[in-house]
């Protein structure tokens, strides 16, 4: 049976996300040491709602440098959040 083997990997991937979702700002502001990146890189590259959420967040922060505002929005994180998901889901 490999029903321990697939806990253990949910448990794993859980730390992960949790870890992305805690470090998703200074990654994406290039805070972080080479090694937490790689780290971060390599779990996204495998986990579609880790890339996802990065992905939210990095178009929310182009918006936000273009229009020159401090915090972004409700609405604009959720009308980045409906577009974003219609994207994938079209594809
Ligand atoms: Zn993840």
Do not use: G, W
Not at 83 to 91: A, K, L, N, P, V
């Amino acid at each position: 049976m490999s029903e321990n083997e697939t806990h253990e990997e949910i448990d794993l991937n859980k730390a992960e996300c949790q870890s992305v979702a805690a470090h998703i700002y200074e990654y994406l502001d290039s805070e972080m040491t080479e090694d937490d990146a790689l780290r971060m890189r390599r779990h996204v590259a495998e986990c579609s709602p880790c890339l996802a959420e990065m992905s939210i967040e990095e178009m929310i922060k182009r918006v936000l440098k273009r229009s020159c505002a401090e915090k972004a929005p409700e609405h604009l994180r959720v009308a980045i959040h409906a577009q974003f998901t219609s994207i994938r889901f079209i594809e």
